[in-house]
């Protein structure tokens, strides 16, 4: 399965603290990318970082990659509510294939 | 337009009915997708259409039979469906293969 792993499964923290989502993946990639999913509801893009670059910056998004040892993060900074949401990376050739996903809760 | 839209948004259907969803996207993108998302798990992949051809199937079963009238429009047809099928159904398109997908905002299915 070309399918990523990510860590933590659920992650639970107050409003205005970090949070840090990890993603490893099993396949040589040419871009690594993040989706924020509402509950229930379809995927919204976040961020995209090719295999030549080690991170990337998107307003409170951060994104780590590491080819050697086939693994990603994503950290959000200053959290807030509505931040509240499931977190996917996803990588592929011709199709992307998702992570396991991460479940963030934070609370107001 | 920068918006892939699903119809219908909700769907019960029974085991020996025949229904279609619907997807359709004007951002000039040749590749679309169909995904289907059980509770609690990521995404899986089902179809993939570039510039209006079929081009990943990924072993889905014969009830479920897509098809990409032009390059704005994708459907999945459903015919015969299991309670096991009941899932989100989401549709997708990208400008280029396996780049900043957009998602449209799914179809929750209901097999009874």
């Known amino acids: 399965s070309q399918q990523g792993e990510e860590d933590p499964q659920a992650l639970s923290i107050q409003e205005g603290e970090n949070a840090t989502m990890n993603c490893s993946y099993k396949?040589?990639?040419?871009?690594l990318q993040w989706y924020r999913q509402n509950s229930g509801r379809g995927l919204v893009h976040l961020i995209l970082?090719?295999?030549?670059?080690r991170e990337k910056h998107s307003g409170r998004l951060r994104v780590t990659l590491d080819t050697s040892k086939k693994s990603s993060s994503l950290l959000i900074t200053a959290s807030r509510a509505a931040d509240t949401a499931s977190y996917f990376c996803a990588t592929g050739a011709n199709n992307l294939f998702f992570g396991t996903g991460t479940r963030l809760t934070v609370i107001p | 337009d920068t918006e892939v839209t699903q119809t219908p948004k909700h769907l019960v259907m029974g085991m020996t009915n025949k229904k279609s969803l619907k997807c359709e996207q004007h951002?000039?993108?040749?590749?679309m997708y169909w995904y289907k998302q059980k509770a609690k798990k990521p995404p899986e992949l089902m179809f993939v259409?570039?510039?209006?051809?079929?081009?990943i199937n990924e072993s889905v079963p014969s009830r479920f039979s897509p098809e990409c009238p032009n390059s704005s429009l994708l459907n999945l047809h459903l015919h015969a469906l299991q309670p096991e099928d009941s899932a989100l159904y989401l549709c997708a398109s990208s400008q280029e293969l396996s780049y900043g997908y957009t998602f449209g905002s799914g179809t929750r299915l209901t097999v009874v």
């Open positions: 259409y570039s510039y209006e051809k079929l081009s």
């Open positions: 396949t040589s990639i040419n871009n």
């Open positions: 951002m000039g993108h040749r590749a």
């Open positions: 970082i090719r295999s030549n670059e």
